[in-house]
C-alpha cells in the first residue's frame, strides 16, 4: 500500500494577497515581539490551514504569480522578522531573528522557509541545522508544489537545488538523489572542523573567482595554499561566516579583500 503524505499545515495569515499577507504578517511579527518583551521566548502562530496539495507555495517574490490572487506566500516570513525587530525597537535584532529562526526550524514551513530564504548567516553549522531541520519534514513537504522566480510549479528537490545546492556541491558532491545528500551534507557540515572547513574552501573558492568580472587580479588565488594561509588569518568570526562555502558570501570577502589590497 501507497505511504500517504501528512498534511502539510501553515499559519493561516500566509494566505491571501500579497497586501493581505504582508500586513498580517507585520502585524504577526507584532504579536511576536510582545510575547518576547514579556516572557523572553517566540511564540508561533497557534491558528493554522491545511495546504491543498495542488496548491503552489510561493517561496520568492519573483514568482510569476499576480499580487493580487490569493496564495500561500511563504516568503512573507520576511515581513514577520520585520514586524518583530520594530516591535522590540530593534534592540538585539540578531539575537531575536536567530531564536526566531530556531524556533521556525520545529516546523515544516519554517524548515523550509530558513532553506529557501538562505538568509545570513550560512556557517557550516547553521546551515547543518537548516538541513536536518528540512530532512526531518521531508515527508511532508516533497509532495508540495512551490514558486521560486520565474516559475510557479517546482518539486521540493528543485527548490533545494535552486537554494542550496552550493551547499550539497561543496559538502556532499556527486549524483546521489538529493534527499540522501541533504542528509550528508548536513551531517558533514555540523561535525567540520576549522581543517575540514579549510579544504572544503580551498576547493570551492577557484568556483567563485569564476563569476568575478575581472579575475585577473586575484591569480595568486589560484594557488591553494595562498588560499588556505589567507583564510587561515581570519578571525574566528569572519571565518565562521565563510565555513558554509555559500558563493555569494566567498565573493563578497573576496571583493573586500580586493578593496583593501587596492585591486579594484
Same mark, same amino acid.
Given at each position: 500500500?501507497?505511504?500517504?503524505?501528512?498534511?502539510?499545515?501553515?499559519?493561516?495569515?500566509?494566505?491571501?494577497?500579497?497586501?493581505?499577507?504582508?500586513?498580517?504578517?507585520?502585524?504577526?511579527?507584532?504579536?511576536?515581539?510582545?510575547?518576547?518583551?514579556?516572557?523572553?521566548?517566540?511564540?508561533?502562530?497557534?491558528?493554522?490551514?491545511?495546504?491543498?496539495?495542488?496548491?503552489?507555495?510561493?517561496?520568492?517574490?519573483?514568482?510569476?504569480?499576480?499580487?493580487?490572487?490569493?496564495?500561500?506566500?511563504?516568503?512573507?516570513?520576511?515581513?514577520?522578522?520585520?514586524?518583530?525587530?520594530?516591535?522590540?525597537?530593534?534592540?538585539?535584532?540578531?539575537? @531575536?531573528?536567530? &531564536?526566531? $529562526?530556531?524556533?521556525? !526550524?520545529? #516546523?515544516?514551513?519554517?524548515? /523550509?522557509?530558513?532553506? +529557501?530564504?538562505?538568509?545570513?548567516?550560512?556557517?557550516?553549522?547553521?546551515?547543518?541545522?537548516?538541513?536536518?531541520?528540512?530532512?526531518?519534514?521531508?515527508?511532508?513537504?516533497?509532495?508540495?508544489?512551490?514558486?521560486?522566480?520565474?516559475?510557479?510549479?517546482?518539486?521540493?528537490?528543485?527548490?533545494?537545488?535552486?537554494?542550496?545546492?552550493?551547499?550539497?556541491?561543496?559538502?556532499?558532491?556527486?549524483?546521489?538523489?538529493?534527499?540522501?545528500? @541533504?542528509?550528508? &551534507?548536513? $551531517?558533514?557540515?555540523? !561535525?567540520? #572542523?576549522?581543517?575540514?572547513? /579549510?579544504?572544503?574552501? +580551498?576547493?570551492?573558492?577557484?568556483?567563485?573567482?569564476?563569476?568575478?568580472?575581472?579575475?585577473?587580479?586575484?591569480?595568486?588565488?589560484?594557488?591553494?595554499?595562498?588560499?588556505?594561509?589567507?583564510?587561515?588569518?581570519?578571525?574566528?568570526?569572519?571565518?565562521?561566516?565563510?565555513?558554509?562555502?555559500?558563493?555569494?558570501?566567498?565573493?563578497?570577502?573576496?571583493?573586500?579583500?580586493?578593496?583593501?589590497?587596492?585591486?579594484?
Amino acid at each position: 500500500m501507497a505511504s500517504v503524505s501528512p498534511p502539510l499545515l501553515l499559519p493561516s495569515f500566509l494566505h491571501g494577497t500579497e497586501g493581505e499577507v504582508r500586513r498580517a504578517a507585520h502585524v504577526e511579527g507584532a504579536r511576536c515581539g510582545e510575547a518576547w518583551r514579556n516572557e523572553g521566548v517566540i511564540r508561533l502562530p497557534h491558528a493554522s490551514r491545511s495546504c491543498p496539495p495542488d496548491a503552489c507555495i510561493v517561496l520568492h517574490p519573483g514568482a510569476p504569480l499576480s499580487p493580487d490572487r490569493p496564495a500561500w506566500r511563504l516568503y512573507l516570513i520576511a515581513e514577520v522578522l520585520e514586524g518583530l525587530c520594530e516591535a522590540l525597537d530593534w534592540r538585539d535584532s540578531f539575537a @531575536v531573528s536567530d &531564536a526566531y $529562526e530556531a524556533a521556525c !526550524r520545529e #516546523t515544516p514551513w519554517g524548515a /523550509l522557509y530558513a532553506v +529557501a530564504a538562505q538568509e545570513a548567516p550560512r556557517s557550516a553549522e547553521r546551515t547543518a541545522s537548516r538541513l536536518r531541520a528540512l530532512a526531518r519534514f521531508w515527508p511532508s513537504l516533497e509532495a508540495g508544489r512551490y514558486g521560486l522566480e520565474r516559475s510557479e510549479d517546482l518539486s521540493l528537490e528543485e527548490v533545494v537545488r535552486a537554494a542550496c545546492g552550493w551547499a550539497l556541491e561543496a559538502w556532499s558532491p556527486g549524483v546521489a538523489p538529493v534527499r540522501s545528500r @541533504v542528509d550528508s &551534507a548536513a $551531517e558533514r557540515m555540523s !561535525r567540520a #572542523t576549522r581543517e575540514a572547513c /579549510l579544504d572544503m574552501l +580551498a576547493r570551492e573558492l577557484p568556483h567563485a573567482l569564476a563569476h568575478l568580472k575581472d579575475p585577473t587580479p586575484y591569480r595568486s588565488w589560484s594557488d591553494p595554499a595562498v588560499v588556505r594561509a589567507r583564510l587561515d588569518a581570519l578571525a574566528p568570526d569572519a571565518f565562521d561566516r565563510l565555513s558554509g562555502g555559500c558563493p555569494a558570501d566567498l565573493l563578497a570577502w573576496l571583493h573586500a579583500w580586493g578593496r583593501q589590497h587596492a585591486l579594484s
